[in-house]
């Protein structure tokens, strides 16, 4: 075959391509995230920014609100009911109220979790059931209850679950001490992979996201309560185990990568699980080793 046939092989496909404009355009669309701070707010206005009309859920009512009348006042359409996604009944509230506003559900971002360092041995069965209930069983019940809406409206939906990379359990280095945060974590990703093989046959995408460190309102204050069991010298292991692991200082350095999972990006992806944590995982080298390169310290 002639070189000219090949390139008109490749080129006659290009008519057929979305503008790359559009991708992101998810005006029509209704987004469900639950959470309402840190990374939830920041997905929620980014889906909102995108077009779509966003149904956020949490349990704190004032808080909520603000966040209906920050984006309301943005000139988003954004609206806030109050979710203890821990409760079957509210998360399926929660679904039920999107349609009733704006329609069946064509994105759901399960974000609100719960966490607590503690050791192994300390434990209790309340501090399990609140994490796992919270970050294991509510994104469960919300994915089931957002795509039964998507497969009754008939279209394409995108799911993209929320792990961490606790699911590896990849936290602050020589201490753990988050066994339910882990368990849960990678029980999403399990979820998620077992959502993608059961609703790729309604035109459902499923994908899971897991993010590393963020500066947010709730890594901020989760060590409040540890630090007050263990001591000081939990503090000062902490400060200095945490200096090597990367902290997003910015929760849009992850939305933005849970966003492109709600576009037509991931149109061709299903349970994928995409760590976004800086680099967690890898030791970076540090100094510019060459001596062939300008710069270098052996140039």
């Not at 069946?104 to 209790?124: G, S, Y």
């Not at 947010?216 to 263990?230: D, F, I, K, W």
């Not at 200082?249 to 966003?259: F, G, K, Q, R, T």
């Amino acid at each position: 075959m002639d070189k000219e046939t090949l390139f008109y092989m490749s080129a006659d496909t290009l008519e057929d391509l979305k503008p790359i404009r559009n991708i992101f355009d998810l005006s029509g669309k209704v987004a469900i995230v639950t959470g309402t701070l840190g990374l939830a707010l920041t997905v929620i206005y980014r889906l909102a920014e995108c077009g779509a009309s966003v149904v956020c859920g949490a349990r704190n009512a004032q808080v909520g609100t603000m966040v209906e009348q920050e984006m309301t006042g943005r000139g988003y359409q954004v609206a806030f009911k109050q979710t203890d996604v821990s409760r079957l009944e509210d998360v399926q509230a929660l679904v039920a109220f999107a349609e009733e506003k704006y329609g069946n559900v064509d994105i759901v971002v399960p974000i609100a979790a719960v966490w607590e360092a503690r050791a192994f041995v300390d434990v209790e069965e309340e501090t399990w059931d609140k994490i796992l209930d919270t970050d294991l069983k509510g994104q469960y019940f919300l994915c089931q209850a957002a795509a039964r809406s998507m497969i009754r409206g008939g279209k394409r939906g995108k799911i993209v679950a929320i792990s961490s990379v606790a699911y590896r359990a990849d936290d602050v280095a020589k201490m753990a001490m988050m066994t339910p945060y882990n368990a849960a974590k990678a029980g999403v990703v399990g979820a998620a992979m077992g959502m993608a093989r059961e609703l790729k046959q309604y035109g459902i995408n499923v994908n899971c996201i897991a993010p590393g460190g963020m500066v947010t309102p709730g890594a901020m204050m989760n060590g409040v309560r540890t630090s007050e069991l263990y001591g000081a010298e939990y503090d000062k292991d902490l400060m200095k185990n945490g200096k090597g692991t990367p902290v997003a200082s910015n929760p849009d350095e992850v939305a933005l990568m849970i966003v492109a999972m709600c576009t037509d990006i991931s149109n061709y992806m299903y349970g994928q699980v995409i760590d976004v944590d800086g680099g967690s995982q890898f030791s970076f080298q540090e100094k510019p080793w060459s001596y062939t390169m300008e710069g270098g310290l052996h140039g």
